[in-house]
């Protein structure tokens, strides 16, 4: 499984950005989806999930009514949506694939990581 993260940037507060991540292989629909994130000097720390068939989502607080986790099953990709970007939202957005069908939201839930996108908001 390859996960392949996109549509990082240089965003000014209150901008959005739309990030997506491709997905390979044949089981994509089959387990929950997630995104993290990860500042310089902090842990990774968990933005938002989806179910297997999107039925289901999960986000972070912090995050909460300002970013969008979706997917396309038939495209194998999962794309977050983040409006109203806060200079806090500042990372390295990783994608990543779970070991279950539900939306986990701990690192240890998923088994495959994409490569990251650099998102910089600033003031």
């Known amino acids: 499984v390859q996960l392949q993260a996109s549509g990082g940037g240089l965003v000014q507060a209150g901008g959005s950005l739309r990030l997506s991540c491709a997905a390979s292989?044949?089981?994509?629909?089959?387990?929950?989806m997630g995104w993290f994130r990860q500042a310089p000097g902090k842990e990774r720390e968990f933005v938002a999930a989806i179910s297997r068939n999107g039925g289901t989502t999960s986000t972070a607080v912090s995050v909460k009514g300002r970013f969008t986790i979706s997917r396309d099953n038939a495209k194998n990709t999962v794309s977050l949506q983040m409006n109203n970007l806060k200079p806090e939202d500042t990372a390295v957005y990783y994608c990543?694939?779970?070991?279950?069908?539900?939306?986990?939201?701990?690192?240890?839930?998923?088994?495959?990581w994409g490569q990251g996108t650099q998102v910089t908001v600033s003031s």
């Open positions: 292989g044949r089981t994509f629909s089959d387990y929950g």
């Open positions: 990543a694939k779970g070991r279950y069908a539900f939306p986990a939201t701990g690192t240890a839930d998923y088994t495959y």
